[in-house]
């Protein structure tokens, strides 16, 4: 156990709807990072928050949107829903703000788009 | 662009049989070098980090070591508990932005 949940596991869901998926990163970290991880695909970054504030950002759609609030716990938004978007997606939590530290991840939520 | 390209794509190993798996990358100003295992389904559990060229670090069957261009994660005598999927991941910093670019993994079999 890593010590980062994610809620919840499974989201089934249909094209154009609207999700979000939460994450609390462990105890003491400060950094949270969104993945995305489709079928025979590697891990896509996403973004990347530091105690509140926005890092960076990877590949992420205009369609998605994320924040990271006071008790630390982030959640990333999924709207106007495509097929396409069907995938693992995985948080990981780190101490420090900088990429050199490495990152924990949480058991993932699979969203389905139907 | 940076790269992160890990070989085989696949590798089926009998019980007890060592081998190897490489990554290899195309990062400018390598700051170090993350390997992680991933079984079907769940998250990443992070395995090692590697920051310079010519260190080495070990877990129990496990042995990672890195050079300028490229990693390794020796397994020794693997056992069927083994078999996941080996990710190796390069952070990179450049000004402001920071990201960290994920091979897309070893499926790693191990037959009883």
């Known amino acids: 156990d890593s010590g980062v949940t994610q809620t919840p596991k499974h989201l089934i869901t249909a094209t154009g709807q609207r999700v979000t998926l939460r994450c609390s990163p462990r105890?003491?970290?400060?950094?949270v990072y969104w993945y995305q991880q489709s079928l025979d695909q590697g891990l896509q970054f996403l973004i990347h928050?530091?105690?509140?504030?926005?890092?960076a950002k990877g590949n992420i759609l205009e369609r998605f949107s994320a924040q990271q609030f006071p008790d630390l716990h982030s959640e990333l938004n999924l709207s106007s829903l495509e097929l396409g978007d069907s995938a693992l997606y995985f948080c990981?939590?780190?101490?420090?703000?900088?990429?050199?530290?490495?990152?924990?991840f949480g058991p993932g939520t699979r969203l389905t788009v139907l | 662009e940076d790269q992160v390209t890990q070989s085989p794509e696949a590798l089926r190993l009998q019980e007890g049989e060592s081998s190897s798996l490489n990554c290899s990358y195309t990062v400018s100003g390598l700051r170090g070098l993350f390997w992680y295992r991933q079984d079907p389904g769940k998250g990443p559990e992070f395995l090692f980090t590697?920051?310079?060229a010519g260190e080495e670090k070990e877990k129990e069957r496990l042995k990672a070591t890195l050079t300028k261009k490229e990693s390794f994660l020796h397994i020794t005598a693997p056992k069927p508990e083994d078999s996941a999927t080996y990710l190796c991941a390069v952070p990179k910093a450049r000004g402001g932005y920071q990201k960290v670019t994920f091979g897309i993994g070893t499926k790693l079999q191990v037959i009883p």
């Open positions: 105890s003491g970290d400060l950094s």
């Open positions: 990981a939590s780190s101490a420090g703000q900088g990429v050199i530290h490495e990152q924990f």
């Open positions: 928050y530091y105690n509140g504030e926005e890092r």
């Open positions: 590697l920051y310079s």
